[in-house]
């Protein structure tokens, strides 16, 4: 198999940065492409078909719950995790009910992360 696609859906310009260092810095993952809105973030799953969507939570137009649900029926093998700065476990349970696998805090993203979420959910893609 190739590189784990992976989509960033951040309105912070330095996040979508970060996301971009940390995916090229895990090895068999690569950066498929990024979108500023929660719109724009679904547009580009459904043009890119990537294999992880890191979606922020909190989006200039529609949320990334909202995001979430527009895009999980239609790409059923696409690993979405919600991410946002916030540690709120209501949300984190909120997750699951509109198609994202896992809620991560932004300031734990690292390679061991995105592995583990690959390791987890990927499966998704090979069924």
């Known amino acids: ?10 309105d912070h310009a330095t996040f979508r940065a970060a ?7 895990t090895d068999g993952f690569e950066v498929v492409g990024e979108a500023a809105t929660g719109e ?7 043009r890119l078909r990537p294999d992880v969507v890191l979606l922020d939570v909190r989006l200039p137009d529609i949320d990334g719950f909202e995001a ?6 239609h790409l059923p093998t696409v690993v979405i995790c919600l991410v946002s700065t916030a ?11 509109c198609g994202a696998v896992a809620w991560i805090r932004k300031q734990d993203l690292r390679p061991s992360v995105l592995e583990e979420l ?3 959910h990927g499966d998704r893609v090979a069924g």
């Not at 996301?19 to 810095?25: E, G, I, Q, R, S």
């Not at 724009?40 to 459904?46: H, N």
């Open 1 to 10: 198999m190739g590189s784990v696609r992976v989509l960033t859906v951040d």
């Open 19 to 25: 996301a971009h260092a940390l995916v090229d810095a």
């Open 40 to 46: 724009a973030g679904v547009a580009a799953a459904f």
């Open 68 to 73: 979430a649900r527009r895009i999980a029926p």
């Open 87 to 97: 540690e709120d476990a209501l949300q984190a349970d909120a997750a699951s009910g």
């Open 118 to 120: 690959w390791a987890t």
